[in-house]
């Protein structure tokens, strides 16, 4: 399987309006593909973070592809 990181974000605004993407959780998560690294995710994420839906913590979701099968560890 191949490993991927997947990043929860959050974009927030400070006291003069400048936005900045804040990292709200990051998943390394062993998966087929992306979208299926991005499920495991999202549902580990809800636990860890105690809610049920993820968006109301994270707007935003950016994955990795860390490393495949083949390559050396």
Do not use: Y
């Amino acid at each position: 399987m191949k490993l991927f990181r997947v990043k929860f974000l959050k974009r927030v605004c400070n006291s003069v309006g400048h936005e900045a993407k804040i990292c709200q959780r990051v998943f390394e998560i062993h998966a087929a593909d992306q979208d299926e690294a991005v499920g495991h995710a999202k549902s580990r994420f809800t636990d860890v973070e105690a809610t049920e839906q993820w968006w109301l913590r994270a707007d935003q979701i950016e994955t990795e592809l860390v490393r495949t099968p083949g390559d050396a560890t």
